[in-house]
Structures are given as C-alpha cells and as structure tokens.
C-alpha cells in the first residue's frame, strides 16, 4: 500500500539534512533568556500567554539546550516559581486527539487539526477508499485555542488549480510565483486532491513535474507541502537514521510533541511506505535511556483523560524528587515512567506540585540529573505540556540564528504546524525574541524560498 506520487523509491534525498557543519545551531550557555509574558493562553488569532519570569539562561548542542544551560527556575513560559502554583489558563493542554477510527490509509489523521478547524478529510486516492465518518467534536472545554496560518481555500476547484500549476510548468521557464500562490493557499487535503486531479487529467505525476522544475530549498518546501502529513513525519523519521549519523533532534520533536493517534499513524506508516519497523530502527539507531524514552513514546499510549488527578500529581511530583533531587545518583526509569504515560495536563499539575516540593521547577532538575539527549527528550515532552507554541517558537529561532540556516528544521515546523498552531507558535515568538518570525525569516533566507516560507507564515 502507497501514497499516490511517493513511492519509497521516488522521493529525493532532500539536499542538506541537515545542512553540512549546521547540526548544531543552537546557542552556547547563557545566551539568551526569555521575558516575562504576561496573561494566560490566547483565543484562536490572538491574546498572551503565562507569565515566565525573565531569569532565564539557554546553552545548546545538537538541537537543544545544554545541560545545565536551561532556564532557572521559572525561566520557560508556563513554568512555575518556585513555591509558586499559577493556575494554567485556557484548561488542558494541547493536542486532545477526538475519539474514533483511524483511517484506513495514512491520511492526515484528525487530531492533526485540534483546535484549528474540523477534521481533515480522507484525500482522493488514497488506499483505503473510503472516507470515515466525521468525527466527533470535543468539549469546547478540552480544546486549547490554536489555529493555523492555513486554512482550506473556499470554493476549492482541484482541477482548476492543476490547470494554474500545468500552465506554470508549462513551456519554457518556470512560473515560481503562480506555483506559490496555489500551495500556500490550500490545505493539506486540498494539495492531495491537486495531485489525484493533475493525473487524471495530464497523465502526469505532479511531483515528479516538479521536482524537474524547482531545486534547493524551495523544491524541499514544496514537496513538503505536498506529502500527506503522516507521512512527512514518517518520512522525516527515516531520513533522520538513514544512512551515517543520527539526527536525534529530528525523532525527538516528532515522536515527544505528536498525540496518540498521530504515532500510531505514523508507525503503520512507516512500515508500509518503507517496509521497516520504526521500533526496530529506533533501537539500532540510539541507545542506554533515550533509546528507553522513545520506544516509550512510539508505543502512542500517553493517558490522554483530561481530568487532573491532583492527589496522583503530588505522589509522581514526591517520586520524581526522590529519583532525583532527593538522592545519590538518579533513577532514570521513574522519570520515564511518569513522562511518558501521564497526559499533559497532569503533568503541568505534577510540574506545579514538585516546584513546591524541590524548591527548583522540574525543568532545572532535568538539567541537574541527566545529560545528552535523554535531556533533551524529557525537556521536550514537559515543555509541551506547559507551553507547545513556545517549544515550536523557541526551536525555529535557533534554526535561524546564527551563521547559517538549519532549513530542514525550519521547512519541517512550519509545514507540520501551518495547519494547528502556527498563529500561537507567532504570538510566543514575537514574546520571546521581540522580533517577528517574518522578520527572522526574511532577513535568513532569499528568493522563492522566502517568498512561500511568508506567504504561509504571514505578516
């Protein structure tokens, strides 16, 4: 069973990924804290965010922060003070997955648009045939306010728009701007029903067409565009352990930030478009903890019941400082254990009960306890559960700072969040740094590359 247009075999090794000498583009210790933030999570298109004091320092190396370089306590957005216990605004946390079937395919799985949108619909030809039902909303209650800078064009005419992209590939030269105009302005699903209708009317793989006309960052950008999203994150996953190396800032901003249903797609995705086992690649790829810490995460069984278990939040919180803080050496399978199977939101609550507890936020004893990228796993799944866009925002900044561009990093956010959070991920940016993500991004990158990067991102 295939995408239409990706056969394993068809997809080109995308150019620099990640960029020669720009795997580690991340800051050195002490570079940069955030500011203090003020109010609570914003409705969709606008608002604040919790406050976080601003006595933060950041390091990195391979992608993340350092250890030891991580905001003192209270330094990430979210995060309590010490002895502090902030209420979290807005309820639970991001990315509740609505109950139901799986697609048959890899479509777009629905969480995908939590939050920003009603459920993706099965693109034309994919296996499985049949569109599943619609799923059931959520409480209003037990959905963040995210949106995407993208949403489906009204009065979609696939044919149309395959006409428009024939014509701009047409001939001699190549009309970028006619391209970029169609892509940047059409869901997910919407380039999928673009592809199936190119075939059927020219005969012609649509990719294959443009990976002729288009080279380096743009053409990156654009069959990004055009993947399926599970099968973007699949196929991100493999190129991360393809060949020499490991691109573990890859598998951990994938398989630590995505929900239930999203890894389950993705691994059946995995097997079926590469014919490998994503476990197994894992576990031939990484090692010792971290290796534990993401098998934990591809099994796709995170609690995700919404209701905060206050009483649990102060047993975890007592067990995690006596695993750390509270004793010689560390047990790192308690933190495992509790990172990798509570939801989101008790572990905000967990994080608040061990502020009060330890006199230091979590974050600060993760930095404290552990090291490499196990750290850099853990920080990742607390980060998101106290504040997504803000580990999004925090990640593309680093893509871009510096000398050099990590561009695999930066066309992988913003694809895989320009349809849930991308206005959020803008908000908390802005907060940050005090500049905007359009303005990093035109001051970082040139030509059609910039032009489609801000027509998604928009001003």
């Given at each position: 069973m295939s995408y239409p247009g990706y056969p394993p075999s068809g997809y080109p090794a995308f150019p620099g990924y990640p960029p020669t000498g720009q795997e580690s583009?991340?800051?050195?210790?002490?570079?940069?804290?955030?500011?203090?933030?003020?109010?609570?999570?914003?409705?969709?298109?606008?608002?604040?965010?919790?406050?976080?004091?601003?006595s933060a320092g950041y390091s990195g190396a391979a992608g993340y922060p350092a250890p030891g370089g991580y905001p003192a306590p209270g330094g990430y957005p979210g995060v309590p003070q010490t002895?502090?216990?902030?209420?979290?605004?807005?309820?639970?946390?991001?990315?509740?997955?609505?109950?139901?079937?799986?697609?048959?395919?890899?479509?777009?799985?629905?969480?995908?648009?939590?939050?920003?949108?009603?459920?993706?619909?099965?693109?034309?030809?994919?296996?499985?045939?049949?569109?599943?039902?619609?799923?059931?909303?959520?409480?209003?209650?037990?959905?963040?306010?995210?949106?995407?800078?993208?949403?489906?064009?009204?009065?979609?005419?696939?044919?149309?728009?395959?006409?428009?992209?024939?014509?701009?590939?047409?001939?001699?030269?190549?009309d970028e701007q006619a391209?970029?105009?169609?892509?940047?302005?059409?869901?997910?699903?919407?380039?999928?029903?673009?592809?199936?209708?190119f075939k059927t009317m020219y005969g012609k793989d649509l990719i294959k067409d443009?990976?002729?006309?288009?080279?380096?960052?743009?053409?990156?950008?654009?069959?990004?565009?055009?993947m399926p999203s599970t099968y973007y994150d699949a196929w991100s996953l493999r190129h991360?352990?393809?060949?020499?190396?490991t691109q573990e800032t890859v598998l951990i901003e994938i398989l630590c930030t995505r929900t239930n249903q999203e890894i389950r797609e993705i691994v059946k995705c995995y097997k079926s478009e590469f014919?490998?086992?994503?476990?197994?690649?894992?576990?031939?790829?990484?090692?010792?903890?971290?290796?534990?810490?993401?098998?934990?995460?591809?099994?796709?069984?995170?609690?995700?019941?919404?209701?905060?278990?206050?009483?649990k939040a102060q047993e975890d919180a007592q067990r995690l400082y006596q695993a750390g803080e509270g004793k010689l050496?560390?047990?790192?399978?308690?933190?495992?254990?509790?990172?990798?199977?509570?939801?989101?939101?008790?572990?905000?609550?967990?994080?608040?009960?061990?502020?009060?507890?330890?006199n230091r936020d979590l974050l600060s004893s993760i930095d404290r306890e552990f090291s490499g990228?196990?750290?850099?796993?853990?920080?990742?799944?607390?980060?998101?559960?106290?504040?997504?866009?803000?580990?999004?925002?925090?990640?593309?900044y680093y893509s871009m700072k510096g000398a050099g561009t990590d561009d695999s990093t930066l066309i992988r956010i913003i694809v895989t969040r320009s349809e849930i959070d991308l206005v959020q991920i803008k908000q908390m940016f802005t907060q940050m740094y005090q500049k905007t993500l359009a303005t990093m991004i035109a001051s970082d990158t040139s030509g059609d590359y910039r032009r489609l990067l801000l027509a998604i991102v928009g001003q």
């Open positions: 583009v991340y800051p050195p210790a002490g570079q940069y804290s955030y500011p203090a933030v003020p109010g609570g999570y914003p409705p969709a298109g606008g608002g604040a965010y919790p406050a976080a004091p601003p002895g502090g216990m902030p209420s979290y605004p807005g309820g639970p946390g991001f990315g509740v997955p609505p109950a139901g079937p799986g697609f048959g395919g890899y479509p777009q799985p629905p969480a995908q648009s939590y939050g920003g949108g009603g459920p993706a619909q099965i693109p034309v030809g994919y296996p499985g045939g049949q569109a599943p039902s619609p799923m059931p909303g959520l409480p209003a209650a037990m959905v963040q306010c995210t949106q995407g800078t993208i949403q489906a064009a009204t009065n979609f005419d696939a044919g149309r728009d395959a006409e428009i992209l024939r014509k701009a590939m047409k001939g001699f030269g190549t391209i970029i105009d169609v892509v940047a302005n059409r869901s997910n699903d919407q380039r999928q029903k673009i592809k199936a209708a443009l990976k002729s006309e288009l080279s380096g960052n743009v053409e990156e950008l654009i069959l990004a565009l055009f991360a352990m393809k060949g020499a190396g014919g490998r086992d994503l476990e197994q690649d894992i576990k031939a790829d990484t090692s010792g903890h971290f290796e534990r810490l993401l098998i934990s995460m591809c099994q796709g069984n995170r609690d995700e019941n919404q209701t905060v278990d206050y009483q050496g560390t047990d790192e399978s308690c933190f495992n254990l509790v990172l990798a199977s509570r939801s989101f939101p008790q572990l905000k609550a967990t994080v608040e009960a061990y502020s009060k507890i330890a990228n196990v750290e850099r796993g853990l920080k990742a799944i607390l980060q998101c559960a106290l504040n997504r866009p803000a580990f999004f925002a925090e990640r593309l």
